[in-house]
């Protein structure tokens, strides 16, 4: 079994920061890109940010230049800092890993989400 483990959300008003992590854990052979997704009430899940094992990022438009997200390749864990945050980026974020588990194929894995509130 592989599991993604996530923390770090929670309330934090206009402008403020959070950072979230997520740690994979389990039979896990190779990873080769986490990510981060969110979703909003009654909206579609959306790709926030994405690093591969190679350490190139990909960022949605919206969250450039406020979002960074990184990875410890040792730890099988990555990293979202967001910063400037504003009330649109309110959702519940998903962490998402793409990787081969020891002795079967590749595919993706999601973990639980954790809420991220931002308001005054």
């Known amino acids: 079994q592989v599991q993604l483990v996530e923390s770090g959300g929670g309330l934090v008003q206009p402008g403020g920061s959070l950072r979230l992590s997520c740690a994979a854990s389990g039979r896990i052979f190779s990873i080769y890109s986490m990510g981060w997704y969110r979703q909003a009430p009654g909206k579609q899940r959306d790709l926030v940010a994405v690093?591969?094992?190679?350490?190139?990022?990909n960022y949605a438009d919206s969250v450039k230049g406020r979002f960074t997200i990184s990875g410890d390749n040792a730890k099988n864990t990555v990293y979202l800092q967001m910063n400037n945050l504003k009330p649109e980026d309110t959702a519940v974020y998903y962490c998402?890993?793409?990787?081969?588990?020891?002795?079967?194929?590749?595919?993706?894995?999601w973990g639980q989400g954790t809420q991220v509130t931002v308001s005054s």
């Open positions: 690093i591969d094992s190679g350490g190139n990022t």
């Open positions: 998402n890993a793409y990787l081969r588990r020891i002795g079967l194929g590749s595919n993706y894995y």
